[in-house]
């Protein structure tokens, strides 16, 4: 089964930065990638699906790569805000119609 | 927000007592999830259903059974809970019919401690 890895350590960063989280995988590349938001509390929000022939997503200040040569996925926050600060997961599909979600890496932006 | 709801929300209970789960939708999603999530695990499937009936395990099912026997509806039982059975318990629905390549909406979360 796949396996991810996200870095375990918190991302601290200045308010007004780009904050480029990382998500590696280890076996062999999923049809699509997903990133998901998680505040203290609360279950995983959906946002962004990568599919595996597209290099690059948006969404207003939201980017995603997706390199399967590389077998890793970039998420990044421009002009981040201390409102972004929360727990960023990465999902890659499993067969049986199934995702597989990495531990997160906690953002924490500070003004 | 998918319509997704979880109770309890909290539960303490003692170990080798039985412990059912529910989750609940509105959207008349097809699939449906269980997970745990423990610190520096991360999510981890333990069920899914793929319609009424029709159920399938994750990775880490042993210690749980699930039914579904209405669509909106999706029962987790451990039937006898263990200390290492402690977590928070998400539930997640998938509006794709075939399960593929769409977005997972969760619920709140159970937090279920077994002393």
């Known amino acids: 089964s796949q396996k991810i890895e996200q870095n375990s350590e918190a991302l601290n960063i200045q308010e007004g930065k780009t904050a480029t989280l990382t998500c590696n995988y280890t076996?062999?590349?999923?049809?699509?990638l997903q990133w998901y938001r998680q505040d203290p509390g609360r279950g995983p929000v959906f946002l962004l699906l990568i599919r595996e022939n597209e290099k690059e997503k948006r969404k207003e200040r939201l980017k995603v790569t997706f390199d399967t040569t590389l077998k890793q996925s970039l998420f990044h926050i421009t002009a981040s805000q201390p409102a972004d600060s929360a727990t960023y997961l990465c999902?890659?599909?499993?067969?049986?119609?199934?995702?597989?979600f990495g531990a997160g890496t906690i953002l924490r932006v500070k003004s | 927000d998918a319509g997704i709801t979880q109770s309890p929300r909290h539960k303490v209970t003692e170990t080798g007592t039985p412990v059912t789960l529910r989750c609940h939708q509105t959207e008349n999603h097809r699939y449906m999830y269980w997970y745990r999530q423990d610190p520096g695990h991360g999510l981890r499937l333990i069920h899914y259903s793929y319609g009424v009936k029709d159920t399938d395990k994750g990775e880490v099912s042993d210690g749980y059974s699930v039914s579904r026997s209405k669509t909106e509806d999706f029962l987790l039982t451990l039937e006898s809970a263990t200390s290492s059975q402690t977590s928070v318990y998400f539930c997640?629905?998938?509006?794709?019919?075939?399960?593929?390549?769409?977005?997972?909406?969760f619920g709140p979360g159970t937090r279920l401690t077994v002393l």
């Open positions: 997640a629905t998938t509006p794709s019919t075939s399960g593929a390549s769409d977005t997972q909406y």
């Open positions: 999902a890659l599909e499993e067969y049986g119609n199934k995702l597989v």
């Open positions: 076996n062999y590349s999923p049809a699509y």
